[in-house]
């Protein structure tokens, strides 16, 4: 069985139905491109593959794949099981990209000193293979968003990523924390700031802050804290707080630019 979903997001500017078919169609014409297998591969995360759109510069796609081994169902049980993740499983502390996207576009307007990628559509690409004792499922889901072009704060300190001549230290972190005060104001909490998830904007210097994966709406209070599991099982570290990431992060570039000076003398 094969079932494809295609949406896009609602935005006030953007509710011209041609560009919104352009996206689908877009999509529509990667999900092919994906399953024959070709590669354009831009990077990745513990989560997803992101490719860069052949075509079209400014675009690319972020991947998520699961794929699981069902048994078959068994005859309704008479006590009802709920289908929903329960509060307190690992399930559903991650957002869908639908969820993910909706966190890009609604703090749009708030870029200026930090850009945002904007979301533009989304897809779920089900595969199911049924055998005769288990179904094999792929759930393959699919954003299309605006391609940043620079490299993260990781590509620096880990792969030794040449540091864009637009990159000014101070202005940088300075925008960094402004934003991210602003953004809890409204109650928006990113959850998993590292390194890989800072880009530099090649063209500006300008931040820009990526995969809203792990975030959430809530109160300062709240958000940060521990999961508990089904099993009660609390789950320590699975979210980082902004500002605290934020600074380690200025003092490790910090550092690697005094190292890189001192190694020019
Ligand atoms: N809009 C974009 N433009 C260009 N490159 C991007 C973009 N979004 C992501 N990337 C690249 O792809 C990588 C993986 O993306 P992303 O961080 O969204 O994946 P993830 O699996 O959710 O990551 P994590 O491990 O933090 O959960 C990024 O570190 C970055 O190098
Ligand atoms: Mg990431």
Sequence with gaps: MDKLEINTFETEEEKEMEKKEKMKDD?????EFLLNNRSSFLGEGQTAKVHFHTENPDLCFKIIGTRSAAGKQLPKPTIPITTTASPGSLEGQFNSLEKEGDFLNIIQDMRGNVIIPKAYAWAMHIHEDEGATYTNREELSIMLMERIHGPSL????????????TFEPTTFFDSLRNFLRDMHERGIFHRDLHDGNIMIDEKTGKPVIIDFGKSALGR??????????????????????????????????????????HELK
């Design 27 to 31: 999509l529509r014409h990667f999900i």
């Design 154 to 165: 990781r590509n620096i300190l880990e792969d030794d990523a040449v540091i864009p001549e």
């Design 220 to 261: 300062e209070e709240d958000v940060y804290e521990f999961i508990y599991t089904d099993r009660g099982r609390s789950i320590e570290g699975l979210y980082h707080k902004d500002e605290a990431y934020v600074n380690e992060i200025e003092i490790k570039i910090n550092t690697l630019i005094k190292e890189r000076q």
